[in-house]
């Protein structure tokens, strides 16, 4: 199977999709991840990266599109895979189309959905808890402006293909999960 999650940041994405990811049993392919791992281990991509994460800010396709191509020839994503936060752009759309080619295309697209004061709330909590740079609540508010900019059309694209499906991302981990599994008919 070859999904794509979508969902404003603070909707549950990245929890659900490690849990989604294991039950089906296909890589879980995160760029935000990558991007972590690469600021971590002080890579000339992570120190580019950074620039624009602790802004709240799209890293530009030129670096991130790249990346998401030599992610996808890898083995393990042969028989499918998780992608979480690629694509966030129209542009990114297409090149992912480019990428996958029409035998190998997306089968689903699910949206997490979130009410905006409840995910603000919720990243605030996470700063508290894990410390990430990118979680002070002026970059979360930017964070979430951009995906109501850039990311949120991407839904009518998905829509108009038959692929997406809406699922409520408010409550707890493993409701949230049943919710999906049963779109996703698993
Ligand atoms: P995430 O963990 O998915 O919320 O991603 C954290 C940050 O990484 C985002 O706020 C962006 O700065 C960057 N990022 C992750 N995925 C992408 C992408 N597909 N395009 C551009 N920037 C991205």
Known sequence: MRILLMGPPGAGKGTQAVVLADRLGVPHISTGDIFRANVAGGTPLGVEAKR????????????????????LTHDDAKNGFLLDGYPR??????????MLGQDAALDRVVELTADTEEVVARLLNRALDQGRADDTEDVIR?????????????????????????????????????????????
């Not at 752009?89 to 480019?98: G, H, K, P, R």
């Not at 991407?154 to 991302?169: E, H, I, M, P, S």
């Open 142 to 186: 930017r964070r979430l402006e951009v995906y109501a900019e850039q990311t949120a059309p991407l839904t009518a694209v998905y829509a108009d293909r038959g692929l997406l499906t809406q699922v409520d991302g408010m409550g707890a981990v493993d409701e949230v999960t049943g919710r999906i599994l049963a779109e996703l008919g698993v």
């Open 89 to 98: 752009t129209l542009a990114q759309v297409s090149e992912l189309d480019s």
């Open 52 to 71: 624009y994460m602790d802004a709240g800010e799209y890293v530009p396709d030129s670096v991130t599109n790249d990346m998401v191509r030599d992610r």
